[in-house]
């Protein structure tokens, strides 16, 4: 079986990305500046490396056929891994872990930093001629642990703006099973996946569905946008900013839907509520 090394391995994608290259019996090797407290399965090569850090992917890219690659970092370091990805023996075929920054739609389209780093990774393996997949998932399910579950556990009300605004969460092991079909199979190579969940969702609907699955009754308390901006002091402004004009400029446009995940894995995407269930936990 191929090896594949795993970037971001210790991550909510990552994590998923190595359970689903393990369930189809692939040799994965996982990248971590922390391999002492990865707490990734007996079987998976945790090998100490730091994407910032080039000079130490030398030994993670020894013998690997495909990197599962997740880049959080300025272009010119993003410039550095790429030259070292090309230079690689073998040349390992990429799966990159992107956005929606090219799908025209007004939420996709507003200024954004990390948008502008994924295009600029983008051109640099284009031109290095590595054999490149294109990963564009769009609102995580995930996104709702970090957002809401705090508030829900503490029977506290959601304070939200937007939250007549839809997207097509989804669900982490959806975009890890599109990507580990990329990894392990070559035909891949070159494509450009839009991946979303199987159906729109209104903000108010995945809170709906929230409490009706778990158990927990949600209350929800609408925001303007500047009484979000007092609402989340404590995020970065950037983030705020971003996501505040992304939800604004998508009033009144239905979310994409693409049947992505299902073409490429045989399986459909996992619907909200299934994501809920399985995290249930989290929001009691």
């Known amino acids: 079986m191929p090896r594949i090394l795993v970037t971001g391995a210790t991550g909510t994608v990552g994590r998923a990305v190595v359970a689903a290259l ?12 922390s391999p002492e407290t990865a707490a ?34 300025p272009a010119a370091a993003a410039a550095e891994v790429v030259s070292t990805l090309a230079a690689a023996p073998g040349r390992p075929r990429v799966v990159l872990l992107s956005s929606p920054h ?13 948008a502008t780093l994924h295009a600029e990774v983008e051109r640099l393996l284009a031109a290095s001629g590595l054999a ?14 970090h957002w809401w579950a705090p508030a829900i556990r503490a029977g506290s009300p959601v304070r939200w703006p937007y939250v007549d605004v839809d997207t097509a969460p989804i669900d982490e092991r959806d975009i890890a099973a599109v990507a580990a079909r990329a990894l392990l199979d070559a035909g891949h190579a070159g494509a450009d996946y839009l991946l979303t969940g199987p159906a729109r969702l209104t903000q108010a609907e995945q809170l709906r569905t929230i409490g009706e699955v778990s158990g927990r009754p949600v209350r929800v308390e609408a925001l303007t946008p500047d009484e979000a901006r007092q609402a989340f002091a404590a995020w970065p402004p950037a983030a705020v900013s971003m996501l ?18 299902g073409d490429v ?18 929001f009691r």
């Open 132 to 145: 490149t997949t294109v990963l564009r998932p769009t609102m995580f399910a995930a996104n709702a642990l």
């Open 265 to 282: 894995t045989g399986t459909p995407a996992r619907p909200f509520a299934r994501w809920v269930a399985d995290h249930a936990d989290a």
């Open 40 to 73: 990734l399965p007996n079987d998976v090569e945790v090998v100490r490396g730091d994407l910032a850090d080039p000079a130490s992917l030398g030994a993670a890219l020894d013998g690997v056929d495909a990197v599962f690659l997740m880049i959080l970092f």
């Open 102 to 114: 090219q799908t025209p739609h007004p939420f996709f389209q507003q200024p954004n930093a990390s």
């Open 22 to 33: 393990r369930a189809e019996g692939a040799e994965v090797r996982a990248l971590t500046r």
């Open 244 to 261: 505040l004009a992304a939800w604004g400029a998508a009033v009144g446009h239905p979310a994409i839907v693409t049947t992505t995940v």
